[in-house]
């Protein structure tokens, strides 16, 4: 592979260096970015009514009663068209019955506001950790009016609050219920991709998410290279003729740090926004983010999803960066800001996907390590966020869950993940979904290629040697490697390296 590679590389350099003739026609081709049919499938994400006065218990109700019908069905057709369903508070002692209702995991490490006031009366605060299980959870199982504590075959350690779920068994004396089996709503049914013209070609959208500008480990030349690539600045012909086939790029959140790079003892202490001749390093960064949306959005368009570090709402679904924000690139067309979640129809393949925060609140509150494998639950648990509100912030809906899944997506993304991962999964209705962890390009400096045509997917990855240098982000992630938890961050060897993984049918990482 490095023989190759070089041979390559050594192709392109004399390509490059070469003088173009008048009658060169692979140089003196003038490539041309064709118009592709785009849909915006967000309007359940924005928020109209901003009403936060209501309690949330609300919205737990609306995702039952909108999912009670969907077990219904899963739970018959599992276990027969006779299996008796019954409401909790019809529970009859050692009957055997399904019961259908909201889980609830009662976790004694789970963080709590209480325990943070306990820090004011000098009490010892909770450290922060990486996961918030014990050994010591339980499951609850609630419905409209009853709650019961579950025992028996039941994954209580995959297992997150918020998923509504039917459970086979039957109620022991003393009060909990016995499960025997348990299933979940599975797949929805999936719209046929709309086929696509033969004499185009492949047609290419382009995630990338966790940018993180304003960081002092950030590396401007990989941004600066992956910009210079997708908009044809960079790379051979072949390279141009692949980019001008993109027909959208999606940044998936977290275009700008949280972590500034100017921090010091005598600015923190002030208010930064009110200080003289110092301007907060988020105003640089969204300078910096403006400068590249720009170049973007001349010459492809681009879709803007907010982070949990960029500047609008915390609580999902996030809000779409305002245009103000972007003096320049905020007057193109071209840009777009959107919620998330996002939902888009993009020449008749569906998209939607989140900038990571449902993943990694998941991985908090469950065993589960592989970042894939929690994508692929959500779809199963037909609910992006299952731990919103509980332990991740949303908005008090009351009479809908916007975060149900009522349509399969053709590809389902979750943005600002350690590494790249990549799944095809198959429905038992012919659905057909590509599950792809975007991974962070602060880290990795990677962001993926995927092929509406054929449903796969490459990474593309632009390091140079100056990505070796400093960070703390990346030296935790080795050490969680060095000890044996599934992370990875690979750094190329070459001074400067573009590295194209063609490897379109494993579905194994790169």
Not at 479 to 489: A, R, W
């Amino acid at each position: 592979l490095a023989g190759a590679g070089a041979r390559k590389m050594a192709e392109l350099g004399e390509a490059l260096l070469s003088v173009p003739g008048a009658s060169d026609e692979e140089f003196a081709k003038t490539l041309t970015r064709s118009s592709y049919t785009y849909e915006d499938r967000s309007e359940r994400f924005k928020v109209k009514d901003r009403v936060y006065a209501r309690q949330y218990a609300q919205i737990y109700f609306s995702r039952l009663m909108k999912m009670t019908p969907l077990l219904k069905e899963a739970a018959r057709k599992k276990w027969g068209s006779d299996c008796s369903i019954k409401r909790l508070a019809e529970l009859k002692v050692g009957e055997c019955c399904c019961v259908i209702g909201t889980l609830f995991k009662s976790m004694e490490l789970k963080p709590s506001i209480l325990k943070e006031i306990s820090a004011v009366h000098h009490l010892v605060p909770q450290p922060p950790r990486a996961k918030y299980i014990s050994s010591n959870d339980e499951l609850i199982l609630e419905d409209q009016v009853q709650r019961i504590t579950l025992c028996g075959e039941v994954p209580s350690d995959d297992l997150v609050t918020g998923i509504v779920v039917a459970l086979l068994g039957r109620e022991l004396r003393n009060g909990s219920f016995e499960v025997e089996d348990h299933c979940f709503a599975g797949l929805p049914q999936q719209e046929e991709p709309e086929t696509m013209e033969t004499d185009r070609g492949d047609t290419y959208v382009v995630l990338v998410s966790g940018l993180n500008l304003g960081s002092s480990w950030c590396d401007q030349l990989s941004v600066g290279m992956m910009v210079d690539y997708l908009t044809g600045h960079l790379g051979g012909p072949v390279d141009q003729q692949l980019c001008s086939n993109v027909a959208r790029v999606i940044i998936a959140g977290n275009s700008i740090t949280d972590k500034p790079a100017k921090t010091t003892a005598m600015k923190d202490s002030k208010t930064r926004f009110l200080s003289r001749n110092y301007t907060a390093e988020s105003i640089e960064a969204m300078k910096e983010l403006d400068d590249i949306l720009m170049q973007l959005a001349s010459c492809v368009s681009v879709d803007l999803m907010p982070g949990s570090h960029d500047p609008t709402n915390h609580q999902l679904p996030q809000q779409p960066l305002h245009r103000c924000m972007f003096p320049q690139a905020g007057r193109s067309t071209h840009l777009r800001g959107v919620t998330n979640p996002y939902a888009a129809r993009v020449e008749g393949i569906s998209f939607l996907g989140c900038s990571g925060q449902n993943v990694e609140d998941i991985y908090r509150f469950s065993t589960a390590t592989d970042r894939l494998q929690i994508l692929e639950n959500t779809l199963n648990w037909r609910h992006l966020a299952p731990t919103a509100p509980d332990t991740l912030g949303c908005y008090p809906y009351y009479d809908n869950d916007p975060f149900i899944l009522e349509n399969c997506p053709h590809v389902y993304f979750s943005g600002n993940q350690p590494k790249f991962q990549h799944k095809k999964l198959q429905g038992d209705d012919a659905q057909t979904i590509l599950v792809v962890a975007v991974p962070n390009f602060d880290l990795t400096h990677s962001c993926v290629l995927v092929n509406l045509r054929t449903l796969e997917c490459q990474e593309l990855t632009f390091a140079t040697s100056m990505s070796r240098r400093h960070n703390p982000e990346l030296e935790k992630l080795l050490e969680l490697e060095s000890q044996g938890d599934h992370v990875t961050s690979s750094q190329p060897d070459s001074d400067l390296t573009l590295l194209h993984h063609m490897d379109m049918d494993d579905d194994e990482d790169d």
